[in-house]
T-cell receptor, first 114, second 116 residues
């Protein structure tokens, strides 16, 4: 069964540094998402992406965040200047149809900011 | 704004006992509803979904959930718990309608413990 893959599985970065989290969605999917889960808290929506543009973003997704689909397979989340509070598990998800069809999640990238 | 409430952050059952994990949503229009399971150090795996077809939905691993519009609920059940069911369970909603971008709103999660 096709899977969403995320790399790296764990990223340790100094505060203030830029970090790029990478995702390879399922190949025929058109809708892409990033979520995060701070330790002990619920999963929170960050951003949705369709047709090479952001379709919705949450309040968390401020100017420090950006997403890109640089080629036909990768979907990336960039944090320009990381803060301690960015430490979390970041999940990528994809779907072939928004809403009615379920999203498939990757195993996540654990981001630790020192 | 949409919200999802999972009553009980921790549920403990004995192996073989009934599992009941509660989920209530807030929406005037029935949304799409999902239950996901998360095993340690893994991503979210879809258990089942409700998308306005049958109100009783069967999923993987013997789980099922019933959509009750009058109660705005989508509780997850399994008749007999297995040790391998121990995990974190998340209820999530996605708005229906043409303006929906597909984003999921999650509940806070319920940790299921299964005792031998």
């Amino acid at each position: 069964e096709p899977e969403v893959t995320q790399t790296p599985s764990h990223q340790v970065t100094q505060m203030g540094q830029e970090v790029i989290l990478r995702c390879v969605p399922i190949s025929n999917h058109l809708y892409f998402y990033w979520y995060r889960q701070i330790l002990g808290q619920k999963v929170e929506f960050l951003v949705s992406f369709y047709n090479n543009e952001i379709s919705e973003k949450s309040e968390i997704f401020d100017d420090q965040f950006s997403v890109e689909r640089p080629d036909g397979s990768n979907f990336t989340l960039k944090i320009r200047s990381t803060k301690l509070e960015d430490s979390a598990m970041y999940f990528c998800a994809s779907s072939d149809k928004r809403g009615v069809r379920p999203q498939h999640f990757g195993d996540g990238t654990r981001l630790s900011i020192l | 704004a949409q919200s999802v409430t999972q009553l009980g952050s921790h549920v403990s059952v004995s192996e073989g006992a009934l599992v009941l994990l509660r989920c209530n949503y807030s929406s005037s229009v029935p949304p799409y509803l999902f239950w996901y399971v998360q095993y340690p150090n893994q991503g979210l795996q879809l258990l089942l979904k409700y998308t306005s077809a049958a109100t009783l939905v069967k999923g993987i691993n013997g789980f099922e959930a019933e959509f009750k519009k009058s109660e705005t609920s989508f509780h997850l059940t399994k008749p007999s718990a297995h040790m391998s069911d121990a995990a974190e369970y998340f209820c999530a909603v996605s708005e229906s309608g043409s303006s929906n971008t597909g984003k999921l709103i999650f509940g806070q999660g319920t940790t299921l413990q299964v005792k031998p």
